[in-house]
């Protein structure tokens, strides 16, 4: 792995609201055309610098509100703002802000590294030349630049993930959002990736990580809420989780909220003795 450098991952100054939440999401609502309801009054807040995680069961929301905040869905009712804006009525400063590593492998097969964070940045207003110092700085910072004129299609599924990554910090975000970054990778490279964002939590830049993996969001997150049926269940630190649930830890935690606490490690060592 390389070393990563300060400059890779520094996010860009400030322009945003002094003092504002990285996201503030008020009363936030999702209706589909279907008639299905995807967030039933969501409000959430995270601070700057703050490591964020949010799980909750297949269906539960996390997918509709992280497109919420990301403009490829438009809320129903109910306001979010990124760093004091409004991810609505001030979509472009609020998008700025914002770097997505999708959990799906969103990336064209026909482009090179090189050229797929060039486009990148190049949509976000990034002039030519910083388009070119800040391709080289996150190569060298994710071990891909010796592949940078590879197509994208020829590359393992590790290398892509860390190119996900690359592309969402491609324009300095001070806000991350991780959506299931580490689904199928092998132990290795989750460990890998789990010191590159630690790393770039620490240089500054706030992180909203969903995830499967609960001692993924043990491990990493300052605060974690879990998310069910469209609304915001609980939310504190994974001591704070387990203690309004009644139990030890965190997987026990997640485990009563989804209606299996069958499942948990205590009861099945008990069922097996």
């Known amino acids: 792995m ?5 400059s890779a991952f520094n996010a860009a100054p400030p322009t945003e609201v002094p003092g504002a939440l990285a996201l503030d999401i008020d009363a936030l609502t999702k209706r589909y055309p279907t008639g299905t309801e995807a967030l039933r009054g969501v409000s959430l807040e995270i601070q700057a610098g703050e490591f964020f995680g949010l799980l909750g069961p297949n269906g539960a929301g996390k997918s509709t509100l992280i497109h919420c905040t990301t403009g490829l869905a438009r809320p129903s009712s109910g306001s979010i703002k990124v760093f004091g804006h409004d991810a609505v009525e001030h979509y472009e400063e609020a998008r700025k802000a914002v770097g997505l590593a999708p959990q799906d492998l969103n990336i064209d097969w026909f482009l090179t590294l090189e050229e797929t964070l060039d486009y990148h940045g190049g949509y976000f207003g990034m002039p030519k030349r910083e388009r070119k110092e800040r391709i080289a700085e996150l190569l060298e910072a994710f071990s891909l630049s010796a592949k940078k004129n590879d ?5 393992s599924g590790g290398m892509k993930r860390r190119l996900i990554l690359a592309r969402a910090l491609m324009h300095r975000p001070r806000f991350l959002i991780l959506d299931e970054p580490t689904a199928g990778v092998d132990v290795e490279l989750r460990l890998e990736l789990w010191h590159y964002v630690q790393q770039i939590n620490a240089e500054g830049t706030t992180i909203l990580l ?4 609960l001692e993924e969001a043990e491990q990493l997150c300052d605060k974690i809420a879990f998310i069910n049926d469209g609304q915001i269940v609980a939310q504190g630190t994974s001591q704070e989780l387990a203690a309004q ?5 965190l997987e026990d935690a997640y485990l009563e909220l989804v209606g299996r606490k069958e499942l948990s490690r205590a009861h099945v060592s008990e069922a097996a003795s």
């Open 245 to 249: 649930y009644g139990v030890a830890g």
């Open 151 to 155: 197509r994208t299609r020829t590359l």
């Open 210 to 213: 969903t995830t499967h993996y």
């Open 2 to 6: 390389a070393f990563l450098s300060r």
